[in-house]
């Protein structure tokens, strides 16, 4: 575990592995849980990051690779969990963010999908650049669902499709994926205590907010925007990425049956989702080389909106 090396792509094979020994390591802090099943019968398993308090502690929720060509999420996934447990001790910022938060972090939502990238990749471009589930439809004739279509809001009304074709095929039915069902029935069971929702995609160097089904604002919008500016600024500081900070239907396109939109609309108030790295000269295929940068600047960000989130319940707390 000493040498893993956070600066390089892994197959899943190694990221099972890199799961299990962290919570070896770590395991009075980290532990590594079954969440459910995928399409083609993998577990899907996530980290609970947590350390014993005596406050009334809040939850936040992180995921990776939903789409399976964009490898830099599950990269930084696993960037962000040895920086918690590198620092937890000596970094008096995390420690405090761990005394009353625990981190629910899903390294990589769609297996299936994160495998079949890797194991044609050598073979065709095409499939390197595959982005749904591997789920079949129309007797085997098509294949894969966009699992960030699938959930239960606002279901295939706008952005998304119903021909199984189309990259953004929204399912048969509102949760019919085995990992969304995993995703949000877990969620729904901690949804009391759950009051942040991230989910990390690439690419476009944008943190996005509710909603991406309709140009209505959430009531928190204000707020929303303040911590994401926040977040951006944060990021920008290291090295310089610009990002973009606002409404999924705003900066980017609209879309319909998203885990952000859903997690916001089931009462999580700071539901974002992350666009990394780059803005498009590269795009999907980042290099390697910029791993490290991208985890440094994305860790920023995302520690500042915890911050943000730990302040805003804690003066509550206190206040009562
Ligand atoms: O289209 C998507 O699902 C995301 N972009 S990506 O290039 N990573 O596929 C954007 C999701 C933003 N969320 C919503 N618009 N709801
Ligand atoms: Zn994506």
Not at 108 to 136: E, H, P, Q
């Amino acid at each position: 575990l000493e040498t893993y090396p956070y600066n390089r792509y892994h197959p899943m094979g190694e990221i099972y592995q890199w799961m299990s020994l962290i919570s070896e390591k770590y395991p009075e802090v980290v532990t590594q849980h079954f969440l459910g099943m995928t399409y083609e019968t993998r577990p899907m398993y996530y980290l609970k990051i947590s350390q014993p308090s005596n406050n009334p502690k809040k939850s936040i929720w992180m995921d990776c690779g939903i789409h399976a060509r964009e490898w830099i999420a599950p990269a930084f996934c696993q960037w962000f969990v040895r920086e918690i447990l590198q620092n937890y001790q000596d970094n008096s910022r995390i420690r405090r963010l761990l005394k009353n938060l625990d981190f629910y972090v899903l390294p990589v939502l769609n297996i299936d999908g994160y495998i079949y990238t890797w194991t044609t990749a050598s073979t065709s471009t095409l499939d390197r650049l595959w982005r749904k589930s591997r789920s079949s439809h129309n007797n085997g004739t098509c294949f894969g669902t966009d699992l960030n279509r699938n959930f239960n809001v606002s279901w295939c009304s706008i952005g998304a499709s119903k021909n199984c074709q189309d990259l953004t095929f929204c399912g048969t039915e509102p949760v019919s994926e085995p990992e969304t069902k995993a995703v949000s029935s877990f969620i729904e069971s901690k949804k009391e205590d759950i009051v942040c929702f991230l989910t990390i995609h690439s690419f476009g160097q944008l943190i996005l907010m509710p909603y991406g089904y309709t140009k209505n604002k959430p009531s928190n919008y204000k707020e929303l925007i303040q911590v994401g500016q926040k977040a951006a600024n944060a990021l920008k500081a290291k090295h310089g990425t610009n990002y973009r900070v606002g409404s999924s239907v705003d900066i980017l396109y609209a879309t319909s049956g998203s885990s952000r939109d859903w997690a916001l609309d089931i009462g999580i108030p700071f539901s974002y989702t992350f666009e990394l790295r780059d803005s498009g000269r590269y795009g999907f295929v980042l290099p390697e080389a910029q791993i490290q940068a991208t985890c440094e600047e994305t860790t920023a960000a995302v520690l500042s909106i915890l911050d943000d989130v730990y302040e805003k319940y804690w003066y509550s707390n206190s206040a009562g």
